[in-house]
C-alpha cells in the first residue's frame, strides 16, 4: 500500500508566490514516485480532488492560527495520514518545513532593509504588534525548543543556521533538503520572441534580425574578440517583495556601474507585480532610467530567461530563491547574497558571484561589472553545465529526499 501523506499550507493558491508553487511541484513530483499526497489548506481556489480547503466558509483571506489548527485536527480525526508534513509550525506534524525560513529571521532580517537605525529598531518591536505573525513565532519557537518536536526540515543550510542561532534546536533534530524547481519547462518561442522584441524596444536597442544578443556575444568571445559597443548585457531581477529583494540596492549598483565605463552597457530588466512607482522615481534620481524595463506580471519567468543573460537577486533574506535556482536550471549565470539559501548550490566566482551585504553597492556593482565581458559569461554558463547544477536543483531530488525521510519516520514508527 503507498503511503498517504498530508501537506499543510496555509493557502492553496500558486499565484501568491514561491512557497505556495513549491508546495504544488512537491506533490506532483511525490505522487510520480508512488505516494498518495493531500494539500490541506485553511483558504485556496483550488478543485482538484486531493486539494482541502478547511476553512473556506470563514470571511477574510487568511485565517488565524488557532482556527486552522482546530479545522486540522477536525480533518485529521476523520482521515488517515501517514506521515503529516507542514509548512506551518504545528507540534501535532512529523514534519515541520518553514519554506521561507524562520519567524525570527524574517523579522530580523526585515528591519535591516532600513537604512535608518531608529526605524529599524521601530520594525523589530512593532513586528510583535501583528498578532498572527507573534502567534506564529511563538509556536514556532516552542517547536523548535521541544526535544520531542516535528523533525525540521531545513530547504538550505541558511534555515538550519537560523534555527540555531535564534532557538538552540539541537541539530539531530534537523534535516536539510536544499529546495528544488522544476526543470522541463519548455517556453512558447514566439511568446519569447514578443517579449524580447518588447524589452529591446523599451531600451531602445537596435536588433540584429532574429538571432539574440546573448549568443551574438558569446559568438564574438570565442573568437577572441570585445563585443560591440552598443551591445548591451541584460540583467535580470525577479520578486514581489522588492524592498526585501533589494531592488534599491541594485538600481543604485547600476548608477555606479555606468559610472565606470563598462566592457558593455548593463541594462536591468525586472519582472514583479508590486508596486513600482517608488523605484522608477529612482531610477529617474539616478540617472538610470533608460537602461530599466519593468515587465507586468508573467505567467512563468522561464520566457524572460531566455532572453537575459545574468539573474540577479541582492536579497535581505531568501531561505533559498526558486528565481536563482531556475537561473542556474537553464545554465545562467547568478549573483546574489549570503542571506540566500540558494548559494547552497553555486560557487562563487564559477558559477555566479556571491556578495556578503545587498547594501554594500560597491560589491554589487563589481559583480555586475564582471559579467559585462561576455567571456565571463560564457565561462560561467559553461561551468554550470559542466557541473551538472540542472540535476541538483531538480524537484525530483527534493521528492527523493523527502520519500527516504518519510521512510525513515515511518520504519521508526513500526
Known amino acids: ?218 559568438y564574438i568571445a570565442n573568437r577572441g574578440a570585445e563585443p560591440e559597443p552598443d551591445e548591451p548585457v541584460l540583467f535580470l531581477f525577479a520578486g514581489n517583495d522588492f524592498r526585501r529583494k533589494g531592488l534599491a540596492c541594485l538600481i543604485r549598483a547600476l548608477r555606479l556601474l555606468t559610472s565606470q565605463a563598462p566592457k558593455s552597457p548593463a541594462c536591468l530588466v525586472i519582472a514583479g507585480h508590486r508596486k513600482i512607482s517608488r523605484y522608477r522615481r529612482l531610477s529617474t534620481k539616478l540617472n538610470v532610467a533608460e537602461r530599466i524595463v519593468f515587465l507586468d506580471k508573467l505567467s512563468h519567468i522561464h520566457s524572460v530567461l531566455d532572453i537575459a543573460d545574468v539573474a540577479v537577486l541582492p536579497t535581505f533574506q531568501d531561505a533559498c530563491s526558486r528565481f536563482i535556482l531556475e537561473a542556474l536550471s537553464v545554465g545562467k549565470p547568478v549573483i546574489t547574497t549570503r542571506f540566500n539559501g540558494a548559494v547552497d548550490f553555486f560557487s562563487d566566482n564559477r558559477h555566479g558571484r556571491v556578495i556578503e551585504r545587498p547594501d554594500d553597492i560597491a560589491a554589487l556593482a563589481d559583480a555586475l561589472a564582471y559579467f559585462t565581458e561576455a567571456a565571463n559569461i560564457q565561462k560561467a554558463s559553461q561551468a554550470i553545465i559542466e557541473d551538472n547544477i540542472k540535476q541538483q536543483v531538480s524537484i525530483s531530488r527534493v521528492a527523493e529526499q523527502l520519500k527516504a525521510l518519510y521512510d525513515d519516520i515511518l520504519q521508526m514508527r513500526r
Open 1 to 218: 500500500m503507498k503511503p498517504k501523506v498530508a501537506i499543510i499550507i496555509e493557502r492553496a493558491d500558486t499565484a501568491l508566490g514561491g512557497a505556495e508553487r513549491s508546495v504544488f511541484e512537491i506533490a506532483q513530483a511525490l505522487s510520480v514516485l508512488g505516494i498518495e499526497v493531500h494539500i490541506l489548506a485553511a483558504k485556496g481556489d483550488s478543485e482538484a480532488k486531493n486539494v482541502h480547503i478547511l476553512c473556506s466558509e470563514l470571511p477574510g483571506k487568511r485565517t488565524g492560527l488557532k482556527v486552522f489548527e482546530r479545522e486540522l485536527r477536525r480533518h485529521l480525526e476523520q482521515n488517515h495520514y501517514d506521515i503529516v508534513h507542514s509548512v506551518l509550525p504545528f507540534d501535532f506534524a512529523n514534519i515541520y518545513q518553514p519554506r521561507g525560513g524562520t519567524y525570527a529571521e524574517s523579522i530580523a532580517r526585515n528591519a535591516a532593509t532600513y537604512t535608518s537605525r531608529v526605524v529599524r529598531t521601530f520594525k523589530k518591536l512593532s513586528a510583535f504588534a501583528n498578532i498572527n505573525r507573534t502567534g506564529l513565532l511563538r509556536a514556532e519557537r516552542r517547536l523548535a525548543r521541544n526535544a520531542q518536536g516535528p523533525r525540521i526540515v531545513a530547504i538550505s543550510q541558511y534555515v538550519a543556521r537560523q534555527f540555531q542561532q535564534h532557538y538552540g534546536t539541537d541539530s539531530r533534530r534537523i534535516t536539510i533538503i536544499p529546495n528544488g524547481v522544476r526543470i522541463d519547462w519548455t517556453t512558447d518561442k514566439a511568446e519569447t520572441e514578443n517579449l524580447r522584441r518588447h524589452i529591446f524596444g523599451m531600451l531602445g536597442i537596435k536588433q540584429a534580425g532574429s538571432s539574440w544578443r546573448r549568443q551574438e556575444r558569446i
